[in-house]
């Protein structure tokens, strides 16, 4: 359940930042104990896991061996399931003990070889048992039903096959899926070529920054200097940020059409009914929840105009462009926490989930889950990460600002979520998909939203909470639902058979930049249409809207929780205790949210309204008194 640095999350976790960097942080040894994780937890030192190692390599053969015998009987399906299941919960332990050990100290190249040794063995291990899904599928539908019937032992796995059997429809014979097996390598050639333009060739350059002095942009100062006070800082760098993009636009478009007829030609291979079909396929997400997503927001966008229209009224502009939009509206309220106090502010904010939930959120900030603090050669950002048979630990990198709080929220909503899985299920079950992850870790950043707002009584601080909040729905709802609806558009041209060129691309981003920001924003017409052609996310086929619906159905749950009572809290604690055991939309259902309706969508903008509201109020006559 490695939860790595998802890149251009918006918000929760933070990403490092070489313009941000002050000084040279301190020696790990010079950290007190009790701001460290507890590996011991895990093993007790490198011998202990290296006999882990030995055990799972000594393994393989013997999972290898069981190929061919699954169909022979209930007994031997249920003796290699077992087996598998076995030697990978080892493995599992192996690989999260040596990443994080590894994690703590970067420079140790002992650790960082352990990790690599135990990647191998993972890929190994893969090797080993990938057979298995295919033989299931080899196995004719009534002679499967037949050996789950004759095998009690069975029934705990009837989802996990169902899971695998729903491939059926859409594996090819033997031959056919051998010859798309070798296509496979030639599949990630668009993605390989975005990476390698992004992340080595391309240059940007240097700007005039805030202090007068020429700042070379980087991905990471953009984001920052779209955030600065001085209007020409964010012009300048919006145009140079783009213009870098722009000058390789007929190159990156080529690029962008081979990626979309990469999934064309997968979804019809494997007789899906369209690109979009297939992407959601894996996790048995209907369409209908992608579609209710895009119809809802659209039919909705009247409230992000408003947002617009605000922002405008707030930063006093004549005419509000693309590069205003990311400017802090007041920045004045900014508030910190140590991180100590930071828990307190936690084990509060998180009392609707129940006593049990904040006693085990107690238990493991003083047991040892969470790595707190910077050290050198510590890996940047924030994570959690655990397997079935371990503590849910936490890596962080705490530097007080209000964002580390919200990281320290969402990180521990996944850390319980994993908690409460294993704690429920059984070990075939006590993982959780991406759709359902961000839920629990989002639920909890708006649990952490809420009390800030309920305790705040400075005008001040309450507004700049406010805009905080707005700006999180705003990118991960809003902005990740016009990607998704961008990425829709494109692929279907894509099904018609059409050639994506610059401008085609263009044309529909900037329609939708027009839909969705509205009236109130002026854009650039040679550059804002370009902004596809910097997002990673589109060579994910089909991602990004998860970003959106696990954060309208956590606000869709946390407005059920906080309004109502034990039953509320105990549905939704269901969907944390039912790991993977069902579909991801079944799963959400639990917690009485129907994620293929509008009604998930509707409470983000009912929520989203009225922070706009609350903000309008305190701006027109304010019912608070101004900060002493
Ligand atoms: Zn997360």
Redesign the pocket.
């Known amino acids: 359940m490695t939860?790595p640095y998802?890149p251009g999350?918006p918000g929760?976790?933070h990403d490092d930042d070489e313009a941000s960097a002050g000084g040279s942080p301190v020696e790990r040894s010079a950290i007190d104990d009790r701001y460290k994780w507890r590996l011991d937890r895990i093993f007790p030192d490198w011998t202990a896991w290296e006999a882990c190692y030995a055990e799972v390599e000594a393994a393989l053969p013997g999972l290898a061996a069981l190929q061919g015998t699954l169909a022979g009987s209930g007994a031997a399906l249920l003796r290699a399931v077992e087996a598998m299941h076995a030697a990978r919960r080892k493995l599992e332990q192996a690989l999260v003990y040596a990443g994080m050990k590894s994690d703590e100290d970067t420079r140790i190249g002992e650790n960082t070889a352990r990790r690599g040794r135990v990647s191998s063995l993972a890929v190994r291990f893969a090797e080993a048992v990938s057979w298995f899904d295919s033989e299931v599928l080899a196995v004719p539908a009534d002679r499967f039903a037949a050996l789950m019937a004759e095998e009690p032992g069975l029934a705990l796995y009837a989802h996990h096959f169902d899971d695998i059997q729903r491939a059926r429809a859409h594996t090819l014979p033997a031959e056919q899926e051998a010859l798309l097996a070798s296509a496979g390598l030639m599949a990630r050639g668009a993605s390989q070529v975005f990476n390698a333009f992004d992340n080595a060739d391309l240059v940007f350059p240097s700007i005039t920054g805030e202090n007068g002095k020429p700042v070379v942009l980087t991905k990471g100062r953009y984001q920052k200097l779209l955030k600065s006070r001085d209007r020409r800082v964010r012009r300048e760098a919006y145009e140079a940020f783009l213009d870098a993009y722009g000058a390789m636009k007929n190159t990156l478009a080529a690029n962008m059409d081979a990626n979309v007829k990469n999934h064309v030609f997968y979804a019809q291979a494997r007789d899906h009914a369209g690109t979009l079909e297939a992407a959601l396929h894996p996790d048995a997400v209907p369409p209908s929840v992608f579609h209710a997503l895009i119809g809802t927001v659209s039919a909705n966008t009247s409230v992000i105009h408003r947002y617009t229209a605000l922002k405008k009224r707030v930063l006093g502009l004549d005419v509000l462009h693309e590069y205003d939009l990311a400017v802090p509206l007041f920045p004045d309220g900014e508030f910190k926490f140590a991180y100590d106090e930071a828990c307190g502010v936690m084990l509060d904010a998180f009392a609707p989930l129940g006593a049990d939930y904040v006693r085990t959120v107690r238990e493991g900030i003083e047991g040892g889950w969470i790595d707190v603090h910077e050290s050198a050669g510590k890996r940047s950002g924030g994570y959690?990460n655990g397997v079935y048979d371990t503590p849910p630990f936490i890596l962080l990198n705490w530097s007080d600002q209000l964002g580390d709080s919200f990281t320290l929220a969402?990180?521990l909503g996944?850390s319980m979520h994993s908690f409460l899985a294993a704690k429920h299920q059984p070990y075939v079950y006590g993982d959780y998909p991406i759709f359902t992850?961000?839920v629990a870790?989002t639920f909890n950043e708006l649990l952490l939203m809420d009390h800030l707002l309920k305790q705040s009584d400075q005008r001040a601080r309450l507004l700049y909470l406010l805009d905080y909040h707005l700006s999180q729905i705003n990118n991960t709802v809003f902005r990740q639902t016009m990607f998704a609806e961008f990425e829709h558009r494109i692929h279907q041209l894509g099904e018609q058979g059409e050639t994506l060129t610059a401008d085609g691309l263009g044309a529909v981003y900037q329609e939708l930049l027009v839909k969705y920001w509205g009236p109130e924003v002026v854009f650039d017409e040679a550059r804002s249409p370009l902004t596809w052609s910097r997002i990673p996310h589109f060579f994910y086929n089909f991602y990004v809207y998860q970003y959106a619906t696990a954060y309208s159905a956590a606000v869709a749950l946390s407005r059920r929780v906080l309004g109502g009572g034990t039953a509320e809290r105990e549905q939704y604690l269901d969907i944390l205790r039912s790991g993977c055991s069902r579909y991801p939309v079944e799963t959400i259902a639990l917690g009485g949210v129907d994620m293929a309706t509008s009604r998930p969508l509707e409470d983000v903008v009912a929520l989203f309204g009225e922070l706009v509201d609350r903000v309008e109020a305190l701006l027109d006559g304010a019912d608070l008194p101004e900060d002493a």
């Open positions: 939860r998802a999350r929760g976790l959690s969402h990180e996944h992850a961000e870790s």
